[in-house]
Structure formats: C-alpha cells, structure tokens
T-cell receptor, first 115, second 110 residues
Framework: EADIYQTPRYLVIGTGKKITLECSQT?????MYWYQQDPGMELHLIHY???????EKGDLSSESTVSRIRTEHFPLTLESARPSHTSQYLC??????????????FGPGTRLTVL | SQQGEEDPQALSIQEGENATMNCSYK?????LQWYRQNSGRGLVHLIL?????REKHSGRLRVTLDTSKKSSSLLITASRAADTASYFC??????????FGTGTRLTVIP
C-alpha cells in the first residue's frame, strides 16, 4: 500500500465556495502530481511539482492552484467552485525519475461534486 | 500527443479465462508502465517495461513491448473476479511525466 493520503474522500459543495483538497505523502518523494479524471475516462494532468517551492501546470488547463511549501504536502485549491469542476481528483507522488524510470503512487482520490 | 490508446475499451470474460489488453502510443519512449484502477479509487502500479526489453512477467501478468510498432500488450492469465478493474498504460520519455492511455475496463464474471 502506498503511503499517500487524500482528504476529503467525498465533497459536495455549492457554487462559489472556496475549497482545498489535501494530499500528503510519507515516502519523501520529490515529485507530486494532481490529475483530474471524469468517471470511466482517462487521467488528465493538471499540476505537478518537482519539489519544495516548485509548481508547474500540467497538460489540461485548470482554474485550480497548488502550493508546495513542504515536501510531504501538496494541496489543491479552487477559489470559486463551479459545476464544471465536478470530477474526481487524484494525487500522486514519485521519486523523480532518476535512472529514467519513475513509478507513480496514487492516493485514493477525492470525488468533488459542485451543485 | 504522446497519449496512449488502449484497445479494447471494455472487455468481459469468464473467470479462469485469459484477458489481453493492448496499448499503442505515438512517440519514442523510455519505458511503458501498466496501472490498475478499481472503481472510484486511485491507480496502482502493476509493472514497468523498459524500451530495451521485449517481455516481462510478474505473477499472472505478462507484458510485451514492440517499440517498432509502438505498442504493448498486457496479458492476465487465469483471471479472477477480483481482477475486475480498469487498466491503464502509461508512457514515459526520459525524466518527463507519465502520459496515460484511455484505459480498458475489464469485467471478470464469476
């Protein structure tokens, strides 16, 4: 089992609310990622980080923001949630690809519903 | 896009049968990985095959890689109901991020 945690697991909120999805890992991994996945569909990378104070945008444009103040913590924030943000959000971490291979470890996901 | 395409999109088999899933990709890769996702959960890494490898085994899993055709296959032998899940291939170039495929949804009927 991977030591990567996400809270909350499920969140139902109203439009316009500010939300923060938490992700933490205890493996000391440098790289962390946020993916967005609609049910039964592919994963889309929305943010990633190489380490502390590093944040990068992924392949899919997202209105969310992330921060990486501590190695183990990579929260995702939506300032004003909308129904179009309804999706599953998956957090992952990896050692960083030394030697050309990089296996990602995933958290259980947060299923967000915006009414 | 480097994203992989998986085939079939969905597969339904009887318990005990073998399941084969295919993945095609578009650019040169450093390695290809397969992940499994149970419904509503995160992904779990299954197996990694490097670009200079042609076949790899792990328990009931067998992965092949054909870099000339830019394709890979995942074979699950003697399937069990617990193998029911979605399976994703993911490609990596150098130290870059992984690009995930579209996934195959496998249903194993007891």
């Amino acid at each position: 089992e991977a030591d990567i945690y996400q809270t909350p697991r499920y969140l139902v909120i109203g439009t316009g609310k500010k939300i923060t999805l938490e992700c933490s890992q205890t493996m000391g991994h440098d790289k962390m990622y946020w993916y967005q996945q609609d049910p039964g569909m592919e994963l889309h990378l929305i943010h990633y980080s190489y380490g502390v104070n590093s944040t990068e945008k992924g392949d899919l444009s997202s209105e969310s923001t992330v921060s990486r103040i501590r190695t183990e913590h990579f929260p995702l924030t939506l300032e004003s949630a909308r129904p179009s943000h309804t999706s599953q959000y998956l957090c992952a971490s990896s050692e960083g690809g030394r030697g050309g291979t990089d296996t990602q470890y995933f958290g259980p996901g947060t299923r967000l519903t915006v009414l | 896009s480097q994203q992989g395409e998986e085939d079939p999109q969905a597969l339904s088999i009887q318990e005990g049968e073998n399941a084969t899933m295919n993945c095609s990709y578009k650019t040169s890769i450093n390695n290809l990985q397969w992940y499994r996702q149970n419904s509503g959960r995160g992904l779990v890494h299954l197996i990694l095959i490097r670009s200079n490898e042609r076949e790899k085994h792990s328990g009931r899993l067998r992965v092949t890689l054909d870099t000339s055709k830019k394709s890979s296959s995942l074979l699950i032998t003697a399937s069990r109901a617990a193998d029911t899940a979605s399976y994703f291939c993911a490609t990596q170039t150098g130290a870059n991020n992984l690009f995930f495929g579209t996934g195959t949804r496998l249903t194993v009927i007891p």
